[in-house]
């Protein structure tokens, strides 16, 4: 809306003097809305007399899991089946570490406490570029680094070409076929050094904050997996059959913690296609 206040309303009619952003209310109506969802899901359980229980969870045998509460104590939720739905974390780089202020995940840049004069994003995913778009709206220089030819690279050809032209009319500028090969956080901000990805003359390039959205990774670790035999690939993601049934009988896996794409809404149909598969398994013939 910030955007469009400073370059579309005036061809609507609506013309004012000037437009400023108000970052911590907007950070504020930010938490709010979450803080709404949060809230609306836990009165979901209630309604549905979902027990809800708090805590860090890994598996000690197919039909147990022990919890380490948040209030410190521990606690052992038993049930017939198991669905591990645990998402996904942010894909760490080499030399690179995340502290949420000068360098910061996904997370950290939906927190910022102040808008960057100069971002850049490491990884020319959609995860990154929706979060350079966001910042280069509210003002930020944006830089994205790339190593790959293209960006989203999972997106048909073309979509691509008109994706990065819409986001270059909003002046992102694209390092493609580059890789960060150092970070120093010695100065004030970020001092990136860059190399073509093919090798050669080494740049660097400085910035106030910066986004690694390099991918994410299964949250599988810790889990217990290995301790009751549960299957998993070569990057940690979780093997399951068109059931989503892993080799382990009454443990089942969906969401980001399979193969295929990690999306909110893909999640969500696994799990409404799981529960389909046992109504359909229980109902009385």
Same mark, same amino acid.
């Given at each position: /809306?910030?955007?469009?206040?400073?370059?579309?309303?005036?061809?609507?009619? #609506?013309?004012?003097?000037? %437009? @400023?952003?108000?970052?911590?209310?907007? /950070?504020?109506?930010? !938490?709010?809305?979450?803080?709404?969802?949060? &809230?609306?899901?836990?009165?979901?359980?209630?309604?549905?007399? =979902?027990?809800?229980? $708090?805590?860090?969870?890994?598996?000690?045998?197919?039909?147990?899991?022990? =919890?380490?509460?948040?209030?410190?104590?521990? *606690?052992?939720?038993?049930?017939?089946?198991?669905?591990?739905?645990?998402?996904?974390? #942010?894909?760490?780089?080499?030399?690179?570490?995340?502290?949420?202020?000068?360098?910061?995940?996904?997370?950290?840049?939906?927190?910022? $406490?102040?808008?960057?004069?100069?971002?850049?994003?490491?990884?020319?995913?959609?995860?990154?570029?929706?979060?350079?778009? +966001?910042?280069?709206?509210?003002?930020?220089?944006?830089? =994205? #680094?790339?190593?790959?030819?293209?960006?989203?690279?999972?997106? !048909?050809?073309?979509? &691509?070409?008109?994706?990065? &032209?819409?986001? @270059?009319?909003?002046?992102?500028?694209?390092?493609?076929?580059? $890789?960060?090969?150092? %970070?120093?956080?010695?100065? !004030?901000?970020?001092?990136?050094?860059?190399?073509?990805?093919?090798?050669?003359?080494?740049?660097?390039?400085?910035?106030? #904050? =910066?986004l690694v959205s390099a991918g994410r990774n299964p949250f599988t670790a810790g889990l217990g997996l290995d301790k009751i035999g549960v299957e998993i690939d070569k990057v940690g993601?979780?093997? +399951?059959?068109?059931?989503?049934?892993?080799? +382990?009988?009454? +443990?089942?896996?969906?969401?980001?913690?399979?193969?295929?794409?990690?999306?909110?809404?893909?999640?969500? @149909?696994?799990?409404?296609?799981?529960?389909?598969?046992?109504? &359909?398994? *229980?109902?009385?013939?």
């Open positions: /809306m910030f955007h469009e206040a400073q370059h579309s309303f005036a061809s609507h009619g #609506v013309k004012f003097s000037s %437009v @400023e952003v108000d970052l911590p209310a907007m /950070m504020a109506q930010k !938490d709010k809305a979450v803080s709404t969802l949060t &809230r609306g899901i836990e009165g979901l359980f209630k309604k549905n007399k =979902v027990s809800y229980v $708090k805590g860090y969870g890994k598996l000690i045998s197919p039909s147990e899991v022990s =919890v380490d509460t948040i209030d410190g104590g521990n *606690t052992v939720v038993k049930g017939k089946n198991i669905i591990i739905a645990t998402g996904s974390d #942010v894909k760490s780089l080499p030399g690179i570490t995340i502290d949420e202020e000068k360098i910061v995940s996904s997370t950290g840049a939906l927190a910022l $406490k102040k808008i960057p004069k100069k971002l850049v994003v490491i990884g020319a995913g959609y995860i990154g570029l929706e979060m350079g778009s +966001v910042w280069r709206r509210l003002g930020s220089e944006v830089t =994205v #680094v790339e190593f790959a030819p293209d960006i989203v690279p999972s997106m !048909d050809g073309e979509v &691509r070409k008109q994706f990065q &032209r819409m986001l @270059e009319k909003q002046k992102m500028k694209f390092m493609l076929k580059t $890789k960060v090969v150092g %970070v120093d956080t010695s100065g !004030d901000g970020v001092k990136l050094t860059l190399e073509p990805a093919s090798g050669g003359d080494q740049t660097t390039l400085e910035a106030d #904050v =910066v993601r979780i093997l +399951v059959n068109e059931r989503f049934a892993t080799n +382990v009988s009454g +443990v089942y896996a969906i969401g980001d913690v399979i193969p295929g794409p990690m999306l909110a809404h893909k999640a969500e @149909e696994d799990g409404s296609c799981l529960c389909g598969i046992h109504s &359909r398994q *229980t109902r009385p013939r």
